[in-house]
């Protein structure tokens, strides 16, 4: 059996996750959801071998005890812890589904925590007495996958005005009176007639440059962010204790010779 634990800070990131496991049919009810107002779990005291708290439940592999102390001081602070139990063939999809999701990175949170005053607690020593039996501790080592967003750097879009000289040539018309003598010598009939005033007015025009201006939209820029998922495979090495058990028989005893 394999037990992964992820950390979330959201309630909601932590029941989506549990939701959807149970929709792929993975864990069943094989899994729990912890809080700090989950049963058994104190938030003025951490867990021991006294005081499991929630940890090891239905047959599940408990992390070692500093990385306990770390999740449920992670609980004291609001966080939401998703254990998850399944068998050997299902371990792969389990943690590449945990691996893909909100989960909190455990390196980058023991750091924070750290930083803001945390010392994980260390067992007091038991004092020895005559009776005591010798206990050796079987550890093992669970490999925790969180996440975290970085930055991988900004687009600026920017749009500005440029100006741009431009011609353009236009033909314009234009209206002259030309006054122009002629010698005529023309015997006339009616002279009284001729010596009447007269004014002519003639009107003079010309075309000129008329200049204005119209904005078209000729292009649009539609900018958006594309998401996209892809899977990472995480390789690292885990540690267990491995216990062997040797029989040692007594050396025989040599007595000198008489």
Same mark, same amino acid.
């Given at each position: ?153 900004? *687009?600026? &879009?920017?749009?500005?005005? #440029?100006? /741009?000289? !431009?011609?353009?040539?236009? @033909? %314009?018309?234009? $209206? =002259? *009176?030309? &006054?122009?003598?002629?010698? #005529?010598? /023309?015997? !006339?009939?009616?002279?009284? @007639? %001729?010596?009447? $005033? =007269?004014?002519? &007015? ?7 440059? !008329? ?7 000729? $292009?649009?820029?539609? &900018? ?35």
């Amino acid at each position: 059996m394999h037990t992964f634990t992820a950390l979330y800070d959201k309630q909601a990131d932590a029941e989506a996750m549990q939701a959807r496991l149970e929709e792929l049919g993975i864990i069943d009810l094989d899994h729990d959801l912890h809080s700090q107002s989950s049963n058994g779990f104190d938030r003025h005291a951490y867990s021991d071998e006294s005081n499991p708290a929630f940890w090891g439940k239905k047959g599940g592999v408990a992390p070692p005890k500093q990385d306990r102390h770390i999740y449920e001081e992670a609980l004291r602070r609001g966080g939401y812890l998703l254990t998850v139990n399944c068998d050997d063939a299902e371990a792969p999809r389990v943690h590449q589904i945990l691996e893909g999701s909100n989960a909190v990175d455990m390196v980058d949170r023991e750091r924070e925590l750290r930083a803001s005053g945390f010392v994980p607690p260390v067992a007091a020593p038991v004092a020895a007495t005559a009776a005591a039996d010798e206990v050796i501790p079987v550890v093992e080592e669970q490999l925790v996958v969180g996440k975290r967003q970085v930055d991988r750097g900004n *687009v600026r &879009v920017r749009a500005y005005t #440029v100006e /741009t000289p !431009v011609q353009e040539s236009v @033909s %314009l018309r234009e $209206e =002259r *009176v030309d &006054v122009e003598r002629r010698a #005529v010598n /023309t015997q !006339v009939a009616d002279i009284d @007639s %001729l010596f009447q $005033e =007269r004014a002519l &007015v003639l009107t003079e025009t010309s075309e000129e440059v !008329v200049v204005g201006k119209e904005a078209r939209i000729v $292009e649009e820029l539609s &900018v958006h962010k594309e998401a996209g998922q892809r899977v990472e495979t995480v390789s690292d090495t885990v540690r267990h204790t491995e216990v062997e058990v040797d029989e040692i028989s007594p050396k025989p005893t040599t007595r000198p010779q008489v």
